[in-house]
């Protein structure tokens, strides 16, 4: 079974992504709205650039499901933004890096960039001074092998300890836009107390959701330094671009927003996180049979 994916709102672009010129749109694709806060960086570093985001908000978090599943929907949010017109694809997802980046590479080919993300664990073992730094995290990332990579390849060799932690309720409350409330500060501090108490003095954002958590965190631990991925995935989205001649020049750059779930319901939070009014418009996957 193939899947062919389609809009309710707009015809979908019948045109084979590897064709298109630099004008082109970049894709962008997160398992809910945690990877506007990469999209912010995108925008700033290449503001001719026309970006079209989906939030796979209907199957959101990925945390807890299994490799397949997350392999399986990462796909298929691929495949529709290759539909859209996309000429490369950004994955701010770290759940989805962990347990899809490869077998996207793979399914794109080599004409078709994909960009992962990978968790800040090289700057925060490069910056303590306790030799202890913390990873927060969803459960799908920290059992994933680019994390434990990236451990090995900077932290082990260093001597410096790397704590982990993750809570459920954390993407939730973020696709909620509960934000910096009680409820939010209260999880935050039963996940990682432990790692205060433990010595960390540098936390990796290892969810780009959390990095909408900020002023939760500094409220609780003023001291402590948080780290992410946001700039380093757009200046190699940037780097990638460039390599493969795709970098769009003298345009006046765009965004449009798509989500699997209710435009209506994802709309207002988009609002509060994005900090202005983008227009949400709702993305279906329609299943085709092939012989």
């Given at each position: ?155 082990v060799p260093r001597g410096v300890r790397v704590l982990k932690a993750t809570h459920p309720q954390?993407?939730?409350?973020v696709e909620a836009a509960q934000l910096n409330t009680p409820v939010t500060r209260q999880v ?104």
């Open positions: 079974m193939l899947y062919n994916l389609g809009v309710t709102s707009s015809e979908p672009r019948k045109q084979n992504a590897i064709q298109h010129p630099a004008q082109a749109a970049v894709g962008v694709f997160d398992s809910g709205l945690g990877g506007l806060s990469v999209l912010k960086e995108l925008v700033k570093l290449l503001p001719e650039e026309h970006f079209i985001y989906l939030a796979d908000t209907a199957n959101c978090p990925y945390g807890q499901k299994s490799d397949a599943e997350i392999q399986r929907l990462s796909l298929e949010a691929m495949h529709f933004l290759q539909e859209q017109g996309a000429k490369a694809l950004v994955v701010p997802c770290n759940t989805a890096s962990a347990a899809a980046l490869q077998v996207m590479r793979e399914d794109a080919g080599p004409d078709f960039p994909v960009v992962g993300l990978v968790p800040a664990v090289k700057p925060a073992v490069e910056s303590t001074t306790s030799n202890t730094v913390g990873v927060l995290a969803t459960e799908g990332t920290l059992r994933g092998r680019l994390l434990q990579d990236v451990i090995e390849q900077f932290a954390l993407v939730p409350l935050l501090r039963q996940t990682l107390d432990p790692l205060m108490d433990a010595g960390m003095d540098h936390l990796v954002l290892g969810c780009t959701h959390y990095l909408f958590l900020r002023d939760a965190l500094f409220s609780l631990y003023p001291h402590l330094n948080l780290l992410d991925s946001g700039f380093a995935v757009a200046k190699q989205t940037r780097r990638v671009l460039t390599e493969k001649h795709l970098l769009a020049a003298h345009a006046s750059g765009h965004i449009e927003i798509y989500t699997t779930g209710d435009p209506e319901e994802v709309a207002p939070v988009v609002q509060t996180l994005w900090g202005e009014h983008l227009t949400v418009k709702h993305a279906v996957y329609r299943k085709e049979e092939h012989a």
